[in-house]
């Protein structure tokens, strides 16, 4: 029998390898491999971020401190900026178009700075939400992490500089009168509820922005248009007397209007339930909850795409 003829034969002969006809996906599935990249469970990627949370935090002072850094004043623009804001809106509305009917002055003005750190609290986070993903992609092609950490953390950057600036909001307050009282204890889950609130958004502003990040430049006009809506200048349920019910409800009942109020309510003596619409508690609470857990879903779906592309 010729050499050619026996290899013949004995490959003929031989058993099958016991990984033939296995498709890419079984023969790695057999194997324990796994997709490079691939999104976890929504457990597993709570427990993920459970793990770096002294990771978010610190990232998140770091960015605290370095916004500015190079300006001379340093951490002082964190109060000196909601606080010029405040200014400017109390010359344009307090006094030129006389937006503080009904007020007296030593309420509007704390009204009116309240409104002002309130709003720029989501303001802020919304801005920084859109720009993690994109505005961080040599972060996120370098390193294995959960990307949720970067708009939650970002999230959490604007909470502290707003808690610096409540030293400021509570001068504002006693100077014109109104004094520390078991009401102000209400601030704490006023803040805990803004801050699941502004989370949730963060985190569904950073999925749309790593999408498009051009959206970044629509924001601004977004955020302008829902401010002048929200009552930081004006008492909706005052200014709107007399205009269509369904309007001030429509006003009132958007969250950025009803954190505002919560925190106007627990600082201002004079500012009690008549200016807030009903159940404003649940309603805060009902915010928090809906687009804390609704973002954080939302971004957890598009982990595996983050930084492609």
């Not at 109060?79 to 006389?98: D, H, K, M, Q, S």
């Not at 508690?281 to 795409?305: C, S």
Request: net charge neutral.
């Amino acid at each position: 029998m010729s050499e050619t003829t026996h290899d013949a034969t004995v490959a003929m002969s031989a058993p099958a390898a016991p990984d033939e006809g296995l498709t890419a996906r079984e023969l790695a599935a057999k194997h324990g491999l796994t997709v490079s990249g691939a999104r976890p469970t929504l457990i597993e990627y709570v427990r993920q971020l459970w793990d770096r949370r002294h990771f978010i935090l610190a990232f998140s002072r770091a960015k605290l401190t370095a916004q500015y850094s190079q300006a001379k004043l340093g951490q002082l623009w964190q109060v000196a900026t909601p606080l010029l804001n405040a200014a400017v809106y109390f010359f344009i509305f307090g006094l030129l178009l006389e937006a503080d009917r009904g007020l007296p002055r030593e309420v509007y003005i704390p009204f009116l700075v309240t409104g002002v750190f309130v709003f720029t609290f989501t303001q802020s986070s919304v801005m920084a939400g859109v720009r993690a993903i994109s505005g961080n992609l040599g972060l996120v092609r370098a390193l294995h992490f959960p990307r949720a950490s970067l708009p939650i953390s970002f999230a959490l950057q604007q909470l502290q500089q707003l808690l610096f600036s409540m030293i400021v909001l509570f001068a504002v307050a006693v100077g014109f009168g109104h004094y520390p009282d078991p009401s102000w204890l209400l601030i704490v889950p006023v803040l805990v509820l803004q801050f699941c609130f502004n989370t949730g958004l963060a985190l569904i502003m950073a999925r749309a922005g790593a999408k498009t990040p051009d959206l970044a430049q629509l924001m601004p006009f977004v955020m302008r248009t829902w401010m002048y809506a929200s009552g930081v200048m004006f008492s909706i349920p005052i200014f709107l007397e007399g205009k269509p019910q369904w309007i001030a409800n429509v006003l009132q009942w958007n969250p950025a209007a009803i954190y505002m109020d919560l925190m106007r309510f627990a600082l201002i003596d004079e500012y009690d339930s008549t200016y807030m619409p009903d159940h404003v508690w649940a309603a805060a609470g009902g915010w928090a909850v809906l687009f804390a857990i609704g973002g954080f879903v939302y971004f957890w779906k598009a982990e595996e795409r983050y930084g492609r592309g």
